[in-house]
T-cell receptor, first 116, second 112 residues
Framework: NAGVTQTPKFRVLKTGQSMTLLCAQD?????MYWYRQDPGMGLRLIHY???????AKGEVPDGYNVSRLKKQNFLLGLESAAPSQTSVYFC???????????????FGSGTRLTVV | DQQVKQNSPSLSVQEGRISILNCDYT??????FLWYKKYPAEGPTFLIS?????DKNEDGRFTVFLNKSAKHLSLHIVPSQPGDSAVYFC???????????FGTGTRLTIIP
């Protein structure tokens, strides 16, 4: 099915370990985003990209890095995981929030990360 | 600073009745508003949106109302069905800005 695919779906890390979350979309969307969801905090933007080769910081970028080497992929890296990064991570993509009859973002199904 | 607020963490409604979910915002630059629905272990999915040039948008059982002067929007679901039980997020964006700012979510439970 077309859409946004996130891998892995679950992961447990030890404090200080590193990992990369992969997001892939097959809708030829220009824009891609990484959000984290925490209880009582809603969805908060970590980093985003407005096109291949571009990245920008969102609301909560500290401790994360991203890369968009190919249009269809957006990678989120944790260089040294901390317990505060325990969360559910969602990737999303869009043509533009402002186009036509607009569906906003298409989200992946999420990655549940636990840092112990 | 929470620019988009959903003050009710949870809401329970009898099947067949109207569900009203509320959302307030503080940023006067927000120009476009959306509602997303989220089931457990799934990503949010788009439900309905409204531009600031309108005060109402309807799609089947779902209607979104926007009161710009009060910086308030609401989602009405009529009639409510068991499949509507989910977490609902409102979101907003500024003119020409692709980033969405999300609220904290309201968990809606429809009681059969």
């Amino acid at each position: 099915n077309a859409g946004v695919t996130q891998t892995p779906k679950f992961r447990v890390l030890k404090t200080g370990q590193s990992m990369t979350l992969l997001c892939a979309q097959d809708m030829n969307h220009e824009y891609m985003y990484w959000y984290r969801q925490d209880p009582g905090m809603g969805l908060r933007l970590i980093h985003y990209s407005v096109g291949e080769g571009t990245t920008a910081k969102g609301e909560v970028p500290d401790g994360y890095n991203v890369s968009r080497l190919k249009k269809q992929n957006f990678l989120l890296g944790l260089e040294s995981a901390a317990p505060s990064q325990t969360s559910v991570y969602f990737c999303a993509s869009s043509y533009s929030v402002w186009t036509g009859s607009n569906y906003g973002y298409t989200f992946g199904s999420g990655t549940r990360l636990t840092v112990v | 600073d929470q620019q988009v607020k959903q003050n009710s963490p949870s809401l329970s409604v009898q099947e067949g009745r109207i569900s009203i979910l509320n959302c307030d915002y503080t940023n006067s630059m927000f120009d476009y508003f959306l509602w997303y629905k989220k089931y457990p272990a799934e990503g949010p999915t788009f439900l309905i949106s409204i531009s600031s040039i309108k005060d109402k948008n309807e799609d089947g059982r779902f209607t979104v109302f926007l009161n710009k002067s009060a910086k308030h929007l609401s989602l009405h679901i009529v009639p409510s069905q068991p499949g509507d039980s989910a977490v609902y997020f409102c979101a907003a964006s500024e003119i020409g800005n692709e980033k969405l700012t999300f609220g904290t979510g309201t968990r809606l439970t429809i009681i059969p």
